[in-house]
């Protein structure tokens, strides 16, 4: 627009100079003034005048981005990475009070408050006339005490033995059968005859499943597994069954062709007419579904065979079913033998190890409390450094040089600042992911870090919360630089899983949508010429706004179906759906921005 059409008025311009062949008049001293104010004047009023026109145009006549325009995103290849976040405190590891042993009077001191100490260092030193007297008797008593408890052990251990030996020989009076099988060659036993130790009762068999012993060549080593189906043919019965593979054995068996075979044990189950010493062979498919056949038949034998016979000595009480072919079951009583003389026996050892267990116990006891004795009589006697029980920093101290000190009084407070720990709570939905020994990163409000190692998980401490519970667990941290100050607050992360190389999107672009089908669907609006083959078709949703929740086609963005995987704060994981370098609508621009 120019400045006529805007109404500017045209500044007045002076007249120009005369030719070069006129004459020049000589200048009026009177008005040189006036015309520098009024060309002063007339500059002063164009500059306004453009600014005012300026103004006019920026405001009303430009062109403007309107409010609506769509703001987009491009899809990435990154790593999601899923997080834990929360916040704990330090606090020292443990404490520990340094006492005086005997009355006595301090030496010297060797660390104040506010020293860092480790375990073993030395303290301070202390002078006890009296403890050598002391030393003496304490250890008098400890030996004594260390004999009756030597005593008091053997005769425990003895008094054990011989009840384990009663008992062992009376459960030995009831014969049972050791597994489930078929009774043969039984004796002839009657009630109240007495049988030595070692005396035959019967032989018992498992003829329930019967075993065939096999070789087949090593070139089928890998076609035979244990538990492999086999067919079993049994040639006196004409009967064909199904067996399994038990055991393979890889002997060296070389028949007179010189062929090389391995062992392989079957078992048979029996239906009820199979014995032992019956021919047998067996067929078995290969991986290619080729029949494998044996080097040679075989003879079937019993599963398990075991001579069943008396323990101990003793006249017989009772009598199962002792018949040839007689079947019985695992634990099932064959015969009994009395046991009325065991009966006392046992009372009294039972009574006996009673006796010798609280006889021990005590001693134990008593030894300990004389050896706690001993030992705090030896320390105010040696005139020695007590030393500090455990690394960390001293918090009080209560002895100067030439003091005397009762015994019993704390003189000295330890803080394990060494090795710090950090209370930390996790919540029900992120417990699953801490495990002992796992390390949690650390930071504190200047930014210094540190590596926690998750030593306790405490389940059972579980606080309860509106909709999800919380667990406290403790963090140990390493702190021998000392950085690391009991009660300071600490900042806490640990990641509980992460996919590299993946598709990632802002959070934001990744729309939830209901098809016209009212199957909810989980879309990202991607910027293409043509409508995708697998575009999802859904009725835009009403709204109130002066913009849309989401774009349309004629806006060039179409929704596609997406799978999601992990997200943080940011970004979000998309497992299918979705190509990475992918144009995607990200939000419509809600603030008016002007472009000149």
């Known amino acids: 627009m120019t400045p006529e059409e805007m109404n500017i008025p045209t500044p007045t311009v002076p007249e120009a100079p005369p030719s070069p062949g006129q004459p020049r008049q000589a200048p009026k001293k009177k008005k040189h003034g006036k015309a520098i104010k009024r060309v002063v004047v007339i500059s002063v009023t164009v500059l306004v005048i453009a600014a005012v026109a300026f103004a006019i145009w920026f405001f009303v006549f430009r062109e403007k981005k309107e409010e609506g325009d769509i703001l987009s995103a491009m899809s990435q290849i990154g790593t999601i990475q899923s997080t834990v976040q929360g916040y704990g405190s330090a606090r020292a590891g443990g404490n520990a009070a340094v006492s005086v042993a005997l009355k006595g009077v301090i030496q010297d001191v060797y660390a104040g408050v506010g020293d860092v100490v480790f375990e073993g260092q030395p303290l301070y030193s202390i002078f006890s006339p009296d403890a050598q007297s002391q030393v003496q008797k304490a250890q008098d008593d400890v030996n004594n005490a260390q004999k009756e408890l030597d005593d008091a052990v053997k005769a425990r251990e003895s008094a054990q033995r011989d009840l384990a030996e009663l008992r062992a020989d009376a459960s030995k009076l009831t014969v049972t059968a050791p597994f489930a099988g078929k009774l043969l060659d039984v004796q002839d036993i009657t009630h109240g005859q007495m049988l030595e130790a070692g005396t035959p009762i019967a032989?018992?068999?498992?003829?329930?499943?019967?075993?065939?012993?096999?070789?087949?060549?090593?070139?089928?080593?890998?076609?035979?597994?244990?538990?492999?189906?086999?067919?079993?043919?049994?040639?006196?019965?004409?009967?064909?069954?199904?067996?399994?593979?038990?055991?393979?054995?890889?002997?060296?068996?070389?028949?007179?062709?010189?062929?090389?075979?391995?062992?392989?044990?079957?078992?048979?189950?029996n239906p009820g007419t199979l014995t032992e010493k019956m021919d047998a062979s067996a067929i078995m498919k290969s991986a290619s579904g080729a029949e494998v056949y044996p080097y040679s038949g075989g003879t079937l034998a019993y599963s398990e065979t075991a001579q069943v016979s008396a323990s101990l000595p003793g006249a017989v009480s009772s009598v199962g079913t002792l018949r040839n072919y007689t079947n019985v079951e695992a634990g099932e009583v064959l015969l009994t033998q009395s046991r009325e003389s065991f009966e006392e026996q046992l009372e009294a050892l039972e009574a006996n190890v009673e006796s010798a267990e609280k006889r021990v116990s005590d001693d134990e006891a008593r030894l300990a409390e004389l050896q706690t004795t001993l030992a705090d009589a030896q320390l105010?006697?040696?005139?020695?450094?007590?030393?500090?029980?455990?690394?960390?920093?001293?918090?009080?101290?209560?002895?100067?040089?030439?003091?005397?000190?009762?015994?019993?009084?704390?003189?000295?407070?330890?803080?394990?600042?060494?090795?710090?720990?950090?209370e930390i709570s996790v919540d029900d939905r992120n417990i699953s992911y801490i495990n002992p020994g796992m390390e949690v990163e650390l930071t504190d409000w200047n930014g210094n870090s540190f590596i926690g190692v998750v030593t306790k998980i405490d389940i059972e401490g579980a606080q309860m919360g509106t909709g999800m519970s919380t667990y406290p667990v403790t963090l140990t941290v390493d702190n021998l630089s000392g950085a690391l100050q009991p009660g300071m607050g600490l900042n806490y992360s640990f990641v509980t899983s992460e996919t590299v190389d993946c598709v990632t999107v802002p959070i934001q672009c990744v729309k939830s949508i209901v098809d016209t089908d009212g199957n909810p669907q989980k879309v990202v609006f991607i910027k293409a010429d043509e409508k995708p083959d697998n575009a999802v078709e859904f009725d835009m949703p009403e709204y109130y706004g002066e913009y849309p929740p989401y774009p349309s086609g004629e806006e060039g963005y179409w929704p596609v179906p997406v799978e999601t995987g992990l997200s943080d704060r940011y970004n979000l994981e998309i497992t299918s759906g979705l190509e990475a370098d992918t144009e995607i609508f990200n939000a419509y621009m809600m603030t008016g921005a002007y472009s000149y």
């Open 203 to 269: 032989t018992l068999v498992n003829d329930r499943q019967m075993r065939l012993t096999l070789y087949f060549s090593y070139a089928y080593e890998n076609d035979i597994y244990v538990g492999q189906d086999v067919s079993v043919s049994v040639p006196s019965l004409m009967l064909v069954t199904n067996g399994k593979v038990e055991a393979i054995y890889k002997v060296s068996f070389v028949s007179p062709e010189g062929g090389l075979f391995f062992e392989v044990d079957i078992l048979v189950p």
């Open 380 to 422: 105010a006697a040696q005139n020695s450094e007590v030393v500090a029980p455990i690394s960390g920093t001293i918090t009080s101290c209560a002895i100067v040089p030439d003091q005397e000190v009762e015994a019993g009084a704390t003189v000295i407070t330890i803080s394990d600042t060494t090795n710090m720990t950090v």
